[in-house]
């Protein structure tokens, strides 16, 4: 395991040594808050408007909800431009090979690459904790829901960063890493999309089952499911698995 960790914060310290994860970090901030703002001034717009009808707005429901899921939109973006370069810039530059002739094993390498890139993405999301906070200064909300989705956004991510380190261990082209990843986890966006079009119900939980959307949807409600939890972590393990695999036959050339 130390090896492992040691990995993991040679790459992490590598993002913040560059520009990427400052640009990312400075876009992901300043798209979130217009987005949130947006929100938050369009239900302050209707809710005088829908209170003197006598139905009340809730923030959870009318502000946070969507805003996480823009949130949930803008990492399936963000991901892949954070994890493209973790294998393929090493086959690109051919230090990939002092990796493969060390003593360390596939499986370290890959757990420690995964690690990094979660955490980055972790540090990323953390930013989110401000909009909550701001709002509390003018404003009572539940924030339980809040809490659950954050914790559900943190496992979708470590998801899309399985996904991602996958994608970059298959080329050394980061750009084809890059649609790789992003078109992999599309797939798991739009699968619950077409089970509308199956005709039987075992069909359609099927597919209702492997959608990341509809497992996030139930943490923005402020329910932890734990089959949402064993989802996102399988599809955690499942991914890892294959990218040891990759690198484990690389070796073998």
Not at 32 to 48: E, G
Not at 97 to 105: E, F, I, R, V
Not at 214 to 237: E, Q, R, W
Request: charged fraction near 10%.
């Amino acid at each position: 395991m130390g090896k492992t960790l040691t990995i993991a914060g040679k790459e992490y310290k590598t993002y913040f040594t560059g520009p990427v994860a400052y640009v990312v970090t400075g876009l992901f901030v300043f798209l979130m808050s217009w987005m949130f703002f947006q929100i938050l001034a369009a239900f302050a717009q209707r809710s005088p408007m829908m209170m003197m009808q006598g139905r009340g707005m809730s923030l959870n429901d009318y502000v946070f909800t969507p805003h996480f899921g823009n949130v949930n939109v803008v990492l399936l973006i963000m991901v892949p431009a954070l994890t493209m370069r973790l294998f393929a810039e090493e086959k690109k530059n051919r230090t990939m090979d002092l990796l493969m002739t060390s003593p360390l094993t596939a499986t370290q390498i890959v757990l420690g690459k995964f690690i990094a890139g979660l955490f980055v993405v972790w540090t990323i999301l953390a930013t989110l904790g401000i909009y909550p906070l701001v709002t509390t200064l003018f404003a009572h909300f539940d924030k339980g829901p809040i809490l659950t989705a954050l914790l559900g956004l943190a496992l979708l991510s470590g998801v899309y960063v399985a996904i991602g380190v996958f994608a970059s261990s298959l080329t050394e082209n980061v750009i084809i890493a890059y649609f790789l990843a992003f078109v992999l986890e599309l797939f798991f966006w739009v699968i619950g999309w077409a089970s509308a079009s199956m005709d039987g119900a075992t069909s359609q939980s099927v597919f209702n089952y492997l959608s990341i959307v509809s497992h996030f949807g139930d943490f923005t409600k402020g329910m932890i499911d734990v089959s949402a939890v064993v989802y996102y972590v399988t599809l955690m393990f499942f991914f890892c698995f294959l990218t040891q695999r990759v690198v484990e036959s690389a070796r073998w050339r």
